[in-house]
């Protein structure tokens, strides 16, 4: 199996299967000299964690990462940095009755044309098992970031809808996103969310979400007109994200009912300074960033093992309904968040190094500033 990597100067290649002994990262590309430790990456991991709530996937996994190489002294050396993470709570033989039958929503059957066999245990290498490595390595690059570009650049993410049910965009706080089990920055949302989640999970059934992702304090400059466009690695790392089906760069699919003059982002002078008087194209025009919030959403399907019977077909060839038993998240978008943010940190770092190898450290040509 081919193309476990993304990236070109910041470069990660993950490993690993949902029920093997470990998973793990090989970190490339990242400067030498940073302060790096396992306290830098282990924030990170625990908001992404399974079994925290009755909301996600009761696994307990403590999710604990140890840092292999490319670190000597509390510092990155500029060698690959390793990282492993201990798979201590597998349950294998929760999916004994799948080990023939294809989950519909799944990849079971397309892996299975694709390779002949495949791992049945919690969907092996298809399982989001994987992402806690995207946000362990997620972390590396934020300290990447933090070093070349400073505090200035903030990435945050949350969950914006789940089913039917939105956010209330008139009573957006960031703090709130910490404060509830939903990463939601609603704190009104956050009663009609559990008890959606809770009526579904009673149902054996599962629902999708939207997740919404903003970077603040980007450089302008970072991307490339052709093929390296900041929006398409962007959209590409995000709808590698386990269950996505859909990415939009700031106003996304909204923009099909708009005119010209109100799709435009107008531009003025502050002291010296262009002001952006509005940001729908999210922080990114032509490929290139715009020194504005880089924002995305995507949507990420419900989880496709449920309780619920689905007709569907074995290997052998037979129709059957199947069933999917063991411990599974009802919104797979929860934990989605944290993933976000990780793949925004690293698409954010690759593009930085990626300018710098081009352009030096040059600023950008023209002052940015936002109204």
């Known amino acids: 199996m081919s193309h476990n990597s993304f990236g070109h100067l910041f470069r990660v290649t993950t ?15 990242c400067p030498p000299g940073l302060m790096l430790s396992e306290g830098d990456i282990q924030p990170w991991l625990d908001q992404r964690k399974p079994g925290q709530s009755k909301f996600t996937t ?6 604990e990462v140890r840092i292999l190489s490319g670190v000597f002294e509390g510092r990155t050396t500029g060698t690959p940095i390793a990282l492993e993470i201990q798979n201590t709570d597998q349950r294998s033989k929760d999916y004994a009755d799948i080990a023939t039958r294809y989950r ?4 079971d059957v397309t892996y299975d044309m694709k390779y002949g066999h495949r791992d049945y245990r919690g969907g092996g290498r298809s399982s989001a098992r994987e992402t806690a490595m995207r946000v362990a390595a997620g972390a590396v690059a934020r300290r990447v970031l933090a070093e070349l570009v400073g505090p200035s650049l903030r990435i945050r993410a949350a969950l914006v809808q789940i ?4 956010v209330d965009r008139g009573r957006w706080d960031w703090t709130r996103t910490t404060e509830n089990p ?14 959606l989640l809770g009526e579904v999970r009673k149902s054996g059934s599962s629902i999708g979400a939207i997740v919404e992702v903003a970077a603040e304090g980007v450089p302008a400059g970072l991307g490339a007109p052709i093929y390296a466009k900041l929006d398409s690695d962007l959209a590409a790392a995000l709808m590698g994200i386990n269950g996505v089906k859909g990415v939009e760069i700031g106003d996304g699919f909204e923009v099909a009912q708009l005119r010209g003059e109100q799709n435009a982002d107008p531009m003025r ?14 922080g990114i025009l032509g490929g290139i960033s715009t020194g504005q919030p880089v924002v995305a959403r995507f949507a990420i399907k419900p989880t496709s093992s449920i309780l619920v019977p689905v007709p569907s077909v074995n290997r052998q060839g037979a129709e059957i309904d199947v069933v999917t038993r063991g411990r599974h998240d009802p919104c797979i978008g929860i934990r989605a968040v944290p993933v976000a943010e990780a793949m925004m940190a690293l698409v954010l770092a690759d593009h930085l190094l990626r300018h710098h190898a081009q352009n030096g450290w040059s600023l950008p040509r023209v002052r940015l500033s936002e109204a």
Do not use: K
């Not at 939903?182 to 008890?195: H, I, Y």
């Open 182 to 195: 939903f990463f939601c920055p609603d704190a009104g949302t956050v009663p009609l969310w559990e008890d």
């Open 15 to 29: 490993w690993g299967e949902s029920h093997g002994p470990a998973i793990g990262c090989v970190v490339d590309g």
């Open 104 to 107: 519909p929503g799944h990849a």
């Open 269 to 282: 002078m502050d002291d010296g300074a262009i002001v952006f008087e509005s940001n729908h194209a999210g």
């Open 58 to 63: 009761q696994r307990r996994e403590a999710d």
């Open 163 to 166: 089913g039917a049910i939105r």
